[in-house]
């Protein structure tokens, strides 16, 4: 035994966000700070001796050597077993399926998900817990009180196994386990779904394009699109997971994803497009020339989930979280089920799946899952449209269409304001929170305000309560606007703006969300100041 305790102080600005801890790279990187955090982890859970943990990322730079030290500060705790993907690589869904195939006692997982990597980009950590899913709130506010009081972390003073040879190694009498990322993950999409009818659906000359991003989905879609699903080997691009993502934002939207936009946008288009994030879990679908919003792809999914193996009962309940539209309801009302409203993050997932009150959740930020996880899972959502493409023969454009005329279309759009300063940020939000009281009656552009509040959420499982979740106006007829602070961004802050609008009317649904939503977007910007008091023209980001 070579363990070593190094004495530290508490270091400022550790508290995890919507979904883990997320800095500049070069923040994660300074002396103790990462140290810091993953012994605050270790504290916040009791402690890691006799315990078994998973362990991966999504590939960025700073991944490998984070991987190694966290290892040392494992093995140092006392941790018995870390199961770890070959290169410290893992998709964030497949480590959470990982934890729960060999029932690990959690996972941490090397991710700053869709912001940029690299040496000048951002680096990130959450923990996992026993049922593969986020840590809940209860648990990141004991990790960040640890964070806080921290005098010492203890870490081995031995070399980390080198992490490119599958196998178990020993590391001060800790196993380190080193697995393949992919296998598992693969052989559980084969249970869901139905890979023959993908199949022939390939063999009969159906194309699709995966934008891999750079990130970590590569190797699986190439496993799964190309070696087990028979789709050409140009069915999959950018699929080498690259530490700085080439350059590249891994962040499946039109904005970043623009040249899976222009291929499916083409004379030519392939006949299905997706990509995912840089750790997997998000996904973005289109169809010839049509992007299908993440809040619509949720309603189709829900609607048409029976069509896949696993889920031919239907889904049991159907969970959106708050500023993702109100399609995914009234698939749930016209199915008798349960609909639920979460805040933003899938850890608010968590206890609705384990209870099984709902199969299918989903975010508008392009995150879609089941319960075969409890993480939001990229090609399980690009899996399903496929195996639902294959079952009913009929392209994405016909079933969007279909869906919205049975339905109803939810005008939809989210206007990003990024790298905002802080104090103008919290002016926007404190100014619309003041007056929520006072609006309801208002006519604003021509909208007439019918309530307003700030979101909590009180969990049906634990009861447990989450306030301040975003603000919320709602207009007569339908349309809503919804205002929040990110928790993922990492310097000044993000402002979000969410717009929807029903529009029951077929022959009115076929317009560009922008123009449709133009007297709503005046509204919202009217209400907010959002302009004026961060001193933009524009979002930064439209998606
Ligand atoms: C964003 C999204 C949220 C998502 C979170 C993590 O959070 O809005 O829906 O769950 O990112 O996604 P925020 O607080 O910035 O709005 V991932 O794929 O970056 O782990
Ligand atoms: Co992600």
Partial sequence: ????????????????????????????????????????????????????????????????????????????G?????????????????????????????????????????????FGLKFNMPNGGPAPESVTDRIFEATKTITAYQISDQVAPALDTDGTFDLDGMAVEVV???????????????????????????????????????????????????????????????????????????????????????????????????????????????????????????????????????????????????????????????????????????????????????????????????????LWAVLLWLNILAATGKPVTTLLAEHWATYGRDYYTRHDYENVDAAAAHAVYNGLRDKLASLPGQNVDGLVIERADEFAYDDPVDQSRSANQGLRIFFKGGARAVLRLSGTGTVGATLRLYLEQPEPNLQRQAEDPQRALAQLIAAAGALTQINALTGRDQPDVIS
């Fill in 1 to 76: 035994m070579a363990i070593k305790t190094q004495a530290t102080t508490p270091i400022a600005g550790q508290k995890p966000g919507t979904s883990g801890l997320r800095k500049q790279t070069s923040v994660f990187m300074q002396p103790h700070f990462l140290e810091n955090y993953v012994q605050a982890i270790f504290d916040g859970i009791g402690g890691v001796a006799g315990k078994t943990l998973v362990l991966g990322g999504d590939g960025r730079f700073f991944n490998d050597t984070a991987s190694g030290i966290i290892l040392r500060m494992a093995a140092a």
């Fill in 78 to 122: 006392g941790a018995k077993h870390i199961i770890v993907g070959r290169n410290a690589l893992l998709s964030t869904p497949a480590a959470s399926h990982l934890i729960r195939k060999r029932g690990a006692d959690g996972g941490l997982i090397l991710s700053a998900s869709h912001n940029p990597g690299g040496p000048d980009g951002d």
């Fill in 180 to 378: 393949d990322p992919v296998a598992d993950y693969a052989d559980l999409m084969e249970t869901l779904f139905d890979f023959s009818a993908i199949r022939a659906l390939f063999l009969s000359g159906f194309r699709m394009k995966f934008d891999a991003m750079h990130a970590a989905t590569g190797p699986y879609a190439r496993e799964i699109f190309v070696n087990r699903l028979g789709a050409t080997g140009d069915s999959v691009v950018n699929d080498t997971p690259l530490p700085d993502f080439g350059g590249g934002h891994p962040d499946p939207n039109p904005i970043w994803a623009a040249d899976l936009v222009a291929t499916m946008s083409a004379p030519d288009a392939p006949d299905f497009g997706a990509a995912s994030d840089g750790d997997g879990d998000r996904n973005m679908i289109m169809g010839k020339g049509l992007y299908v919003s993440p809040s619509d792809s949720l309603a189709v999914l829900a609607a048409l989930m029976h069509l896949a193996p696993a889920y031919a009962e239907g889904p049991k309940g159907i969970a959106r979280s708050m500023p993702t539209s109100a399609a995914a309801d009234r698939v749930a009302a016209a199915k008798g089920i349960c609909s639920f409203e979460t805040p933003t993050g899938w850890k608010f997932f968590g206890n609705l799946l384990d209870a099984d009150m709902a199969t299918i959740c989903g975010e508008e930020s392009s995150g879609t899952g089941s319960n075969h996880v409890r993480e939001k899972d990229g």
